[in-house]
Structures are given as structure tokens and as C-alpha cells.
């Protein structure tokens, strides 16, 4: 995309590429399905006492259609999306805009991520990241770019709950 609509030489503005990207995805928003066992995830995380807060480098748009499709608004505390940063992922400026949302220090909280770009935003703002292998990165590339664990999706976290770094019990 870049090289077709590259960023306007003068200003930087890559308000083209924005366009192109939210007109491409806006076609297939109506048959979004949330990821097995993701709604159950979060449901987990509030019924055991945590806070949780969403966060996407998405636009506001994008990110309110997906978190429709999710469909989990009563186990959701907060949420934030590139909307609401100068700098995405790989900044660290998302995790600590949830960060605050969710009224936690870096040390009181896991992210749950499914690129690098995730894993590095939460090691720079100093949050443990998990991995889940639903964006097309692969385990060796969460691994390396310092996720803590890494499941094959949702549904495996969520089975792994009791004794993942997402509670307070010990792994078992």
C-alpha cells in the first residue's frame, strides 16, 4: 500500500493510504466474527476481578465496528485506540493510555497482543505482553520480541486462565 499510495513528500500526510485502508477493510466490517473464545476471555478476566480495558491501533471507526463484532461491552472497562495517541504501536503511548484507563501501574498489568508491534509497545511501557497467534505472526517472532508466553489462540488462553500470567493463581 505504501508504494502504491505513498505519504504525501511535502507534508508527510499519508491520508491516502488511511483512505485506501479504511475503504478496503469497510467492505468485509459486516461479516467480522470475533475470535473463538474471545468474549469468554474477557468475561473470565472481569468475573475474576480484573480490569479490562481494550486497546487498538485501529482508527475509531474501525475499532468500534470490531468491538461490535466482539460483542463483550459488559466485561469491557475501557477502551482506547490510535485515536486517541500521537504514536502507535510500536510506541508505547497505547499501552499507557490503557494503562490509565485502567487505573494500573506497568507492573499490575498483561496485555494481550498478536503482533510484534504489540510486544514491543508493552516493552517499552513496561507491561508484560501475551502472545496469541491470530494476526499471522508466528510464535518464534512474539518469543523475540519478548512476549512472556505465547497461545495458539484465545480459546487456548482462556483454557489456560487459571494458571496463565492473567490471574493471580500460580501456573499449576
Known amino acids: ?46 468475573k475474576h476481578g ?10 475509531a471507526r474501525e ?6 463484532a466482539l460483542g463483550a461491552d459488559d466485561a469491557v472497562d ?18 499507557q493510555v490503557a494503562l490509565e484507563k485502567a487505573g494500573a501501574g506497568p507492573d499490575e ?4 497482543g498478536d503482533t510484534v508491534w504489540d510486544v514491543q509497545a508493552c516493552q517499552r511501557a513496561g507491561v508484560t505482553c501475551i502472545g496469541v497467534l491470530s ?6 517472532e512474539l518469543r523475540d520480541a519478548g512476549a512472556a508466553r505465547v497461545f495458539p489462540a484465545a480459546a487456548d488462553l482462556l483454557a489456560a486462565f ?7 493463581s500460580p501456573p499449576g
Do not use: Q
Open 135 to 140: 494476526g499471522g505472526i508466528s510464535e518464534a
Open 162 to 168: 487459571p494458571g496463565s500470567l492473567l490471574s493471580s
Open 109 to 112: 498489568a498483561v496485555f494481550v
Open 50 to 59: 480484573l480490569r479490562v480495558v481494550l486497546a487498538s491501533s485501529a482508527g
Open 78 to 95: 475501557g477502551a482506547t485506540s490510535s485515536a486517541s495517541v500521537d504514536a502507535s504501536k510500536p510506541a508505547p503511548d497505547l499501552v
Open 1 to 46: 500500500m505504501d508504494a502504491l499510495l505513498p505519504a504525501d513528500r511535502d507534508t508527510g500526510d499519508d491520508a491516502g493510504l488511511n483512505v485506501a485502508h479504511d475503504a478496503l477493510y469497510a467492505t468485509y466490517w459486516s461479516r467480522l466474527r470475533p475470535l473463538p473464545g474471545a468474549a469468554d476471555l474477557l468475561r473470565a478476566c472481569k
Open 63 to 68: 475499532f468500534e465496528v470490531m468491538r461490535r
